[in-house]
């Protein structure tokens, strides 16, 4: 695996060292970095100008132990080592910009990119549990054990959305556990911050399962912090419909309308449903019957249907 | 450190370098009051100065909303707190003006310069309190447009009963204008390790070197407006130029006459004035009653500088909102806001004439003269009489040819029946 940065990473993470906002950076070298760098300046050509200053940036980037520092995290995952051409790192402008992507180009492979704020290298604190985090994402990825496809079993956009936020915080968790449970001798600031960490995630697991009771939720929420080994389809079967709404044959409050997909604690009442509005919902969907129910925004589109006209009638 | 003189806060402040005045002094007065947010100006000097590549995070003049907004995010809370920190409870002024040196009084806390030294950044002292903002700062320019707040929180399809009395709404927001303020002892010169910022001689605008500068980022750091950018593309900073060529006479088409900048010129709500000031050997204003701004700054005292306590005497002024919580506006103006803002709801015959220059010719005014004109309403505002006179004021440039005539009471024009609905 060939292992690339971003020309703007480096440079805003040398920049940093340089400027003593990562502490053990020596002032003497510091200077020795400023004085290459501004010598480079004077050079006419562009081209030939940030090609100098990458090289140069990338000298210190090394020198100042920032490239073996992510080198020894990705050590950490030897799946990845064999399962990608390469891994990239590069610049993220904000917080939600960060994270890590695995493109798979069907001849060229696979790759993985990382993209990181800069202020994450004035602290390891700050550093390393962020790439060991995301570096497990591309580790499960890659990994056949874990079993990922990037499919989402919902066809409905705004669904996959929701499906997705909450995949996004099983895998989350699954892997937050996997790394507090790494450490071989806990201290006890590492058990502290490890028992906060998944108070944390219990809250933001609670609020996306409220609909489940404590005692329910409790208990997936202890498998998945427990499991040493997940897996990409049961984090999935938890995160698709865990209301279990597609199972329902009758409205439920939460359950999903048969006609538009979605969730809703609106269903028409069937009694008031008329027969040319269930006669136009069937002509789109012949197997639906009135006791399958329907959301009250389904009911009222096919009901406003019944009053358009051929245009031809105006002609 | 010398030892300056700053009028703005009355008293004698150190800073890096001797006191050295230009000859004449960049400066501009905004009214708050009548700014709608449009960005046109930021338009007209994105349009010109700054479109090019490496520059899409660099908006020179930018407008934002107010208490939230702020490009980079949060630039000025961010100062108040670090200079809260270095001086707790100590950023008080002893409000009892001394005329034309020290009209607000005298600040007795610390500004950029005094607090820096007490400040150890981790690279060592810094010239300038201040602090380098994150990528993330630097994006979403407009962030937090037209948000409000509010003591109470309203309900959908409402209007607060009673809320939007004067003189202080209970739901409030108001637009800051920005630019560089060119200031008189400016944070980003004095923390330059390269020497490549310096202040023009002849009309005391502050520019970077693009040859010497070598990206340090020490001027972004230090310049507590935050208006020096980096730019990654030539590895330089670069800030506002406030359209030299123009202030120069060189825009071709105003006849060799010094010229407002593109962002004042551009203002269609007519908010903006921008002038050249004459300065004493000790940097206060010469006094020179027919210039508009002497007159709004010095004589009716409705503009006020922003942020005055940072320290670097900017030659930006704002006529405050009227509609503000008052002790907002003190922090963000001085302790002159409350006469500024009685002043302005109610202003008297001069101040309404000169109030009518805003926005009415490219070119920069240098003197005005007012023609009496008969009185043409009467009425109290808010308990003070007020009357209104129609009289012209008359706006000369500084070769002496009249460049605005305008009226207090503006014409009203009537169609004629044949063009009624035409435009």
């Known amino acids: 695996m060939q292992l690339l940065y971003e020309e703007e990473l480096v440079e805003g993470a040398v920049f940093l060292c340089a400027n003593g906002r990562r502490s053990c950076i020596p002032p003497l070298q510091a200077s020795r970095f400023s004085r290459s760098r501004e010598r480079l300046y004077d050079i006419p050509d562009p081209d030939a100008r940030n090609n100098a200053f990458f090289a140069l940036h990338l000298k210190w980037f090394r020198e100042w132990g920032l490239a073996d520092l992510l080198a020894g995290v990705i050590r950490e ?28 180009h069907p ?29 497990m994402h591309l580790s499960d990825m890659t990994d056949p054990a874990f079993g990922y496809s990037r499919d989402v079993p919902v066809r409905n956009p705004s669904q996959q959305q929701l499906v997705l936020g909450r995949y996004r915080l099983l895998w989350d968790i699954t892997i937050d556990a996997r790394l507090s449970s790494r450490t071989p001798k806990p201290t006890e600031p590492a058990s502290r911050a490890s028992s906060e960490l998944k108070n944390r995630y219990e809250t933001e697991f609670n609020r996306a399962y409220c609909f489940w009771d404590e005692a329910r939720r409790r208990e997936v929420f202890e498998a998945l912090w427990n499991d040493a080994a997940p897996r990409h389809e049961r984090l999935m079967s938890l995160a698709v419909d865990p209301r279990g709404a597609a199972a329902m044959n009758r409205p439920e409050p939460g359950g999903l309308c048969p006609l538009c997909g979605f969730s809703t604690f609106d269903w028409a009442d069937g009694a008031a449903i008329c027969s040319e509005t269930a006669e136009a919902i069937r002509r789109q969907f012949p197997s639906w019957a009135v006791t399958q129910g329907a959301c009250n925004r389904c009911v009222e589109v096919y009901e406003a249907s019944q009053l358009e006209q051929p245009a031809t009638l105006f002609l | 450190m010398s030892t300056v003189y700053n009028w703005q806060l009355g008293r ?7 006191a050295t005045y230009p000859n004449e002094q960049f400066a501009f007065v905004f009214n708050i009051n009548r700014c709608i947010a449009c960005q046109t100006c930021t338009m007209a000097c994105k349009s010109t100065w700054t479109f090019s590549k490496g520059q899409e995070y660099m908006w020179w003049n930018n407008v934002e909303t107010k208490p939230y907004g702020g490009y980079p995010h949060h630039w000025d809370v961010k100062l108040l707190d670090l200079l809260e920190k270095a001086n707790p409870e100590g950023q008080i002024w002893n409000d009892q003006p001394l005329e034309k040196r020290a009209p607000y009084g005298r600040f007795g806390g610390k500004t950029v310069f005094d607090a820096a030294q007490q400040n150890l950044a981790p690279e060592g002292a810094q010239a300038a309190l201040g602090y380098l903002p994150t990528d993330e700062e630097w994006s979403g320019p407009n962030k937090f447009e037209d948000n409000p707040l509010s003591e109470i929180k309203g309900k959908r399809g409402q209007f607060f009963p009673g809320g939007e009395q004067l003189p202080n709404h209970k739901t409030w927001f108001f637009y800051l204008q920005r630019l560089c303020n060119h200031c008189t002892y400016p944070a980003c010169l004095a923390a330059c390790p390269r020497k490549a910022i310096y202040k023009r001689r002849e009309d005391g605008i502050v520019l970077i070197d693009q040859e010497r500068c070598r990206g340090y980022r020490k001027c ?38 010094p010229t407002q900048t593109r962002c004042m010129a551009g203002c269609i709500g007519q908010i903006r004035l921008q002038g050249l000031i004459e300065l004493n050997p000790d940097g206060v204003w010469k006094e020179n009653r027919a210039n508009p701004l002497y007159y709004l700054v010095h004589v009716a005292k409705v503009a006020l500088p922003l942020y005055p306590q940072f320290g670097t005497s900017p030659n930006g002024y704002y006529i405050p909102p009227r509609w503000v919580p008052r002790p907002y506006l003190r922090q963000m103006f001085g302790p002159g806001v409350d006469a500024a803002i009685e002043r302005y709801t109610v202003p008297d015959r001069e101040l309404l004439a000169v109030l009518q220059l805003f926005g009415k010719d490219e070119r920069i005014c240098a003197r005005y003269e007012i023609q009496k004109g008969p009185k043409v309403f009467e009425t109290t505002v808010r308990g003070k009489p007020f009357e209104l006179y129609n009289d012209t004021i008359i706006g000369y440039s500084r070769k002496g040819q009249e460049i605005v005539r305008v009226t207090v009471e503006e014409p009203v024009h009537i169609r004629p029946d044949q063009h009624a609905n035409s435009i």
């Open chain 1, 107 to 135: 001849e060229e492979g696979r790759n993985g990119v990382v993209a990181l704020r800069i202020e994450r290298f004035e602290r390891d604190a700050d550093l390393l549990p962020f790439l060991l985090h995301e570096l």
């Open chain 2, 12 to 18: 004698e402040m150190e800073y890096p370098y001797d």
């Open chain 1, 77 to 104: 995952y030897p799946i990845l080592d064999g399962a990608l051409k390469t891994l990239s790192f590069r610049r993220a402008k904000a917080r939600n910009e960060e994270g890590a992507e695995l493109f798979v």
């Open chain 2, 220 to 257: 972004v750091e230090a310049c507590p407006y935050k208006k020096p950018m980096y730019r990654g593309a030539t590895r330089t900073s670069e800030k506002c130029i406030g359209c030299y060529p123009r202030i120069e006479g060189r825009e071709p088409d105003t006849g060799g006459v």
